[in-house]
């Protein structure tokens, strides 16, 4: 009797432990299930949010195709400029290279795209590299981004202030001969500011990591001088 009782008892081990093995395996398996499930969720999730922010900016004219940069000339060799108007390095190239970069493109040699990145907000409290970048669409709608532009390097606030108000983008704006209703409402209802985040984004993604980031006919530019400028762009259109 004490034989066959313990071999109940050794059976019914036996079938609690395959019973438990089956209810850790059921376990791992619904969780495996529901990360998967989690995973997938998030891919779409992203991929929808993900499209709906790239589709949903705003690009004022005077824009390239992809809605990156503002486009002057029409020059055969392409420059690349990535600022930031928060950059004091940027305002130092401007003042160095910027009267170079303009007479490139009235000598029909250069094509130069402006991205005004908004990489620099953590150094303002007022977010002033997106406002600013968004003021120079509304310039751009204007027809004077490059006016504005070489205003707001004029004017450059210090990196870790509230940077320049509206009412100052707008004076700016006004002083190179943008109106001032028109260009202060559209500064005022921000309507550039998801055109700005698109160009940040892009240039994120195009590995522009600092400003200023100047390419041309997409090499990176390492001597920034008036003179490397000119170099690179002649020995490019050969």
Request: glycine residues 12%.
């Amino acid at each position: 009797m004490s034989s066959r009782k313990g071999q109940r008892d050794a059976a019914r081990v036996v079938r609690e432990q395959l019973a438990r093995e089956r209810r850790r395996r059921r376990t791992i398996w619904v969780s495996v299930a529901a990360v998967a499930v989690l995973i997938i969720a998030g891919v779409i999730g992203w991929g929808v949010w993900s499209s709906q922010k790239s589709d949903t900016f705003t690009t004022p004219p005077g824009a390239n195709a992809d809605g990156t940069g503002i486009v002057t000339g029409g020059g055969p060799v392409t420059v690349d400029v990535y600022e930031d108007f928060l950059c004091p390095a940027c305002n130092q190239f401007e003042q160095t290279s910027g009267p170079t970069l303009e007479q490139l493109v009235a000598e029909n040699k250069a094509k130069v795209v402006y991205h005004p990145v908004a990489y620099l907000n953590r150094f303002s409290t007022t977010e002033y590299s997106t406002r600013s970048s968004a003021a120079s669409g509304c310039a751009a709608a204007g027809g004077k981004f490059r006016e504005y532009a070489k205003a707001l390097f004029a004017k450059q606030p210090p990196e870790g202030s509230a940077g320049l108000s509206n009412d100052e983008l707008i004076d700016i704006g006004a002083g190179v001969g943008l109106d001032r209703g028109s260009f202060g409402g559209c500064v005022k209802d921000g309507t550039y500011r998801t055109w700005t985040a698109h160009v940040t984004d892009e240039a994120s993604r195009s590995d522009v990591t600092g400003t200023p980031t100047i390419l041309v006919n997409g090499q990176p530019l390492a001597d920034r001088s008036p003179q490397g400028l000119t170099a690179a762009v002649a020995a490019a259109g050969k």
